[in-house]
């Protein structure tokens, strides 16, 4: 990985070098106006790169106080999660309340309880949730293609930029996740009972399937493999963003040195054509008129 700081500093002595090259051509007088003029370009040109690749890695360091904040409120999310799981004489998504709700259900509907947690359950109503979630898988695939295509002519630096994004909304959504995810099985427990008692036993049951996906989803988020996971997601999305300012940097300066050559070299060009003729004249001079050889 390149590392911004590092490369600051290269910037930063570069400017320093072209800075002193600059005011020791404008002291030389005319004839070495314009590689100053030259070098001075290039300083602008390197300050202008060096300033916006600092702001943006102070944008981008920033932003760890957000995923600090976005953690914290994940941490209170799984408190309530925590608080609904452990707290009161029946808690509401508690194993043991699971364990009741499951027995009421068996008994309410005659289904065994191998069926009640089978997995033909699930899958039927994850194809139903599945069927819903392909009706704009077209439209999705065709946004994908065209999106591909764009990114493809975007810069290294956007691509790392959008990364970073995600991995931090992602922390950000977590605890709406969460408290969500603690609504649904709360409703669905209390579905499921109600349902049952009605007789009505498919819509009991699907009620039933939903408390028990969201209580394993809220017991996934409560590991703390969750919150790493979300943090390492953001450094390492961080990281890569500022690399990839860095060697966007790099790439500048590596470009306005090319073009600061070019300049010296046009500049020497121009000194050595204002002499030209003198030149060739006296190197005709030493050709027709060689030096006598020594004597004896």
Known sequence: ??????????????????????????????????????????????????????????????????????????????????????????????????????????????????????????????????????????????????????????QDNEDAEASADAALAAAEASPAVIADDLDKALLAREAALRLAAAGNTPAAVRAYVDYQAARARLTSAAAPAAATALQTGWHTARDAQLSAVADLLAAQVAVIQAQLELSRKRATMAARLATRDADAAAAVDAVLNPPAPPGP
């Not at 920033?62 to 004489?89: P, T, W």
């Not at 309880?113 to 065709?142: F, M, S, Y």
Request: hydrophobic letters at 60%.
């Open 1 to 154: 990985m390149t590392d911004i700081a590092t490369t600051l500093a290269q910037a930063r002595a570069k400017l320093a070098a072209w800075q002193a090259d600059a005011a020791t051509a404008a002291a030389s007088g005319a004839a070495a106006s314009r590689a100053a003029d030259a070098a001075w370009v290039a300083v602008a040109a390197i300050e202008a790169a060096t300033a916006q690749a600092e702001g943006l890695r102070a944008q981008i360091l920033a932003r760890n106080d957000s995923l600090g904040a976005a953690l914290a409120a994940r941490s209170a999310a799984l408190a309530s999660a925590d608080k609904a799981r452990s707290e009161g004489a029946t808690p509401p998504i508690a194993d043991a309340t699971a364990t009741a709700l499951r027995a009421a259900l068996v008994s309410a509907t005659g289904l065994t309880a191998a069926k009640l947690d089978g997995a033909d359950l699930k899958t039927a109503v994850a194809a139903v949730d599945t069927g819903i979630a392909g009706l704009d898988d077209a439209a999705i695939t065709n946004l994908a293609s065209l999106l591909v295509t764009l990114e493809a002519r975007l």
